[in-house]
C-alpha cells in the first residue's frame, strides 16, 4: 500500500492525528482486563498483515513528521545522540539492518543498491538519494547510527554485550518516556533500569538480561510497554520536564479526551553481526482517549486497567494526580461486558458499547 | 568517627566500602578532606605498602589536620592540592604513566571519589576494580538534567541550581560518567511551589 503522510506537529500547537487506519492499527498494549509488569516478550518475525508487528521497522503515516521533530530536538540539543568510540562499528550494523529491512519490506519507498561495499541508499518520503562507501565513515554526514537513525521513527538504544551484561553505549534517544541518554550512558542494564520501582523486587530485570543476553541473528524480539501523555508531545524528555511538565495540569474533563493520550512504547530487540551488539529500537505511538475509545473493547479494557493499576506504577508513569479524571473520562465507555482475549480489536465480534 | 551509613537506594547509587591492602606493583590514593583517616586505617593494615604509593590529597577545609599524618605515613610521593581541579591534570598525568598492575584507592567525599574514578576509567581502568571508602561529608555532587550543569557539595534537598537557577530535587540516579546524581525540577508541574529545603539524611 501506498501510505499518505500526515502534515502533522508533535508540539506547539499539536495538530498530530491518526487516521482510521492508525487507529485500527493502534499497537493497545493490553491483553487482558488489568496490567502487572512482565518480562513478555515474543519474537519478532511479523504479525497480522497491516498491523504494526508485520514488518521489521515499521513505518506509518507519521514517519515524515516525527523526523522533522527529529531534526529540531537535535537541533537543540545534539547530546541526545550519542555514541562511545567503541561503539561506531554497530552503528555500521545498525544501518545495514534498517537499509536492508526497509527496502525489502517497503520497496515502493525506499532503496538501497549494494556492489561491494559501494551503497546508494534511496529514501523517497524524506527525498535522500546518498552515495557512500559502507564502513567509511567519512563518506555521510553523520556518523553512521547517527544517519540512520535520522531517518527512522523511533528511539534506537545500542548496547554492547560485554561481562554478561548489556551497556548503554550508544543512542538516538528524542521521544522518550521521561529518561535522559546523555545522563543513562554507559550505564548497565540494571543501572538505567534503577528508578523502575517494583520490578527489580519482582526479579524483571533478571529475567529479561537473561533473555536478552541470548538474542541471536535472525531472531528478533518485541515486546510492548506504556506510559500516558497530556497531548502529543513526542519529546517528554527529562531535560525539558521543567518545560512541559507544566501541561499535565491543564486537563479539564471537557478537553480530556483530546488531551490525554494513551503512549505506547513497541520495543524489538535485534542482535547485530559484526559488533555482536544488541540494537533496542523503542518506538512510540500515540493515541488519544477520545481515538482509542472508538474501539469499543478497548474503551471498557483502559477503563478497567487505569482503575486497577496499583499506586506505585500510576505514580512511576506520572498520571497519579489526573487518574480521577481519566476514570471519570473513561468510566462512561465502560459497560461492564466482559472483553475477548488479547490486544487486538476485534470489531466484528465485540459488541458496541451499551448505552 | 566520620563514617556514615547510607540508607539502602537503588541500584545506579553507588555502594562503598572500606578500603584494603591489595597486592600490586603500585598504590594510588586520592582522598578529599576526612577521607585521609581512611588512608590512615589502609597504612595500619600493611606496613610496606606506602614505600609504593602515591597520595594527592585535597585537604578541603580540614586545614593542617591530617596533612602532618599523611606524610608521616612517608609515602614514595605526596602531593597537596587546593582543589580537586587543581590536581587533575596531575591525575591524569600519573594514570596516563601508569603500568599494569596499579591499585587506585579513592576515599573521602562522594564527589571527589567519583571525579576520580571517572579519571581512573578513563585511563582504562574498571570501575569494578577501584576501591572507595566514603569518609566525611555527605554532600553531593548533582548535575541539572536541564542546563547541564553541576553544582557541588549540595547538602539540601531541593536546592537550587548554581547556572540556571531552577530549584532541583534530589535523586539517587548516578552517572558515573558524569560522576554525579541527577537534579529535576521540583516545581515543574507546579510552578513556583517550592517545598522548603531539607538538609539530606536529616
Redesign the interface.
Same mark, same amino acid.
Given at each position: 500500500m501506498t501510505i499518505q503522510f500526515n502534515e502533522e506537529t508533535f508540539r506547539d500547537d499539536y495538530s498530530f492525528y491518526n487516521s482510521d487506519w492508525a487507529i485500527k492499527r493502534f499497537p493497545f498494549p493490553f491483553h487482558e482486563d488489568s496490567y502487572m509488569y512482565s518480562v513478555n516478550m515474543e519474537q519478532h518475525r511479523g504479525g497480522p498483515k497491516g498491523s504494526v508487528y508485520e514488518m521489521r521497522f515499521d513505518v506509518d503515516e507519521h514517519y515524515v513528521s516525527e523526523m522533522k521533530d527529529r531534526e529540531l530536538v537535535l537541533a537543540d540539543d545534539p547530546l541526545r545522540c550519542q555514541s562511545l568510540p567503541h561503539m561506531t562499528l554497530a552503528g555500521w550494523d545498525l544501518l545495514e539492518l534498517i537499509m536492508v529491512s526497509k527496502s525489502e519490506d517497503y520497496p515502493d519507498l525506499f532503496e538501497l543498491h549494494r556492489d561491494g561495499n559501494h551503497w546508494r541508499w534511496i529514501n523517497k518520503p524524506l527525498g535522500i538519494d546518498d552515495t557512500f562507501t559502507f564502513l567509511d565513515e567519512t563518506t555521510l554526514p553523520y556518523g553512521p547510527m547517527e544517519y540512520i537513525t535520522r531517518q527512522a521513527q523511533g528511539d534506537f538504544c545500542v548496547l554492547d554485550q560485554r561481562d554478561e551484561m548489556l551497556w548503554m553505549d550508544a543512542g538516538m534517544v528524542t521521544t522518550q518516556a521521561d529518561w535522559s541518554l546523555d545522563f543513562d550512558i554507559g550505564m548497565n542494564f540494571f543501572e538505567w533500569h534503577a528508578p523502575v520501582p517494583l520490578a527489580h523486587e519482582m526479579g524483571i530485570f533478571k529475567r529479561a538480561l537473561k533473555f536478552l543476553l541470548n538474542v541471536q541473528q535472525g531472531a528478533p524480539a518485541r515486546r510492548l510497554n506504556w506510559t500516558m501523555t497530556v497531548n502529543p508531545l513526542l519529546d517528554t524528555s527529562p531535560e525539558n520536564y521543567h518545560k512541559w511538565g507544566i501541561q499535565k495540569t491543564t486537563l479539564t474533563p471537557e478537553n480530556l479526551g483530546a488531551k490525554q493520550h494513551l503512549r505506547v512504547e513497541l520495543q524489538t530487540f535485534f542482535r547485530l553481526p559484526r559488533s555482536n551488539a544488541l540494537v533496542f529500537p523503542i518506538r512510540c505511538y500515540l493515541i488519544s482517549f477520545q481515538d482509542l475509545v472508538t474501539i469499543p473493547k478497548w474503551g471498557r479494557r483502559l477503563h478497567r486497567v487505569v482503575r486497577d493499576l496499583p499506586v506505585e506504577l500510576a505514580t512511576y508513569k506520572g498520571f497519579i494526580d489526573n487518574r480521577p479524571m481519566m476514570l471519570d473520562y473513561l468510566s462512561k465507555f465502560d459497560d461492564g461486558l466482559p472483553t475477548s482475549p488479547g490486544v487486538f480489536p476485534d470489531l466484528d465480534t465485540e459488541p458496541p458499547l451499551s448505552g | 568517627m566520620s563514617k556514615f551509613q547510607f540508607p539502602e537506594s +537503588? +541500584? @545506579?547509587?553507588p555502594v562503598y566500602g572500606t578500603l584494603t591492602s591489595r597486592p600490586g606493583k603500585a598504590h594510588l590514593m586520592i582522598a578529599d578532606a576526612e577521607g585521609a583517616e581512611a588512608i590512615l586505617d589502609l597504612a595500619v593494615q600493611d606496613a610496606v605498602l606506602m614505600a609504593k604509593s602515591h597520595i594527592i590529597y585535597i585537604p578541603k577545609g580540614t586545614g593542617e589536620t591530617y596533612t602532618t599524618k599523611l606524610r608521616a605515613l612517608k609515602p614514595a610521593q605526596f602531593y597537596e592540592g587546593p582543589s580537586y581541579e587543581a590536581s587533575v591534570q596531575r591525575l591524569r598525568h600519573v594514570l596516563a604513566n601508569a603500568h599494569q598492575g596499579l591499585q587506585v584507592y579513592l576515599a573521602g567525599t562522594e564527589g571527589l571519589m567519583g571525579q576520580a574514578q571517572n579519571e581512573a576509567m578513563q585511563a582504562g581502568i574498571p570501575h569494578t576494580s577501584i576501591q572507595t571508602e566514603h569518609r566525611g561529608s555527605v554532600a553531593r555532587r548533582m $548535575?541539572c &538534567?536541564?542546563c547541564?550543569g553541576i553544582t557541588e557539595d549540595v547538602m539540601h534537598d531541593p536546592f537550587q541550581c548554581a547556572h540556571c537557577g531552577?530549584h532541583l530535587f534530589v535523586? *539517587?540516579?548516578y @552517572?558515573?560518567?558524569?560522576a554525579a546524581y $541527577?537534579g &529535576?525540577?521540583v516545581d515543574?508541574? *507546579?510552578?513556583g511551589n517550592i517545598p522548603e529545603p531539607q538538609e539530606l539524611y536529616s
Open positions: - | +537503588i +541500584i @545506579s547509587r $548535575q &538534567v536541564h547541564k531552577l535523586r *539517587d540516579h @552517572s558515573r560518567r558524569l $541527577q &529535576v525540577r515543574a508541574e *507546579d510552578h
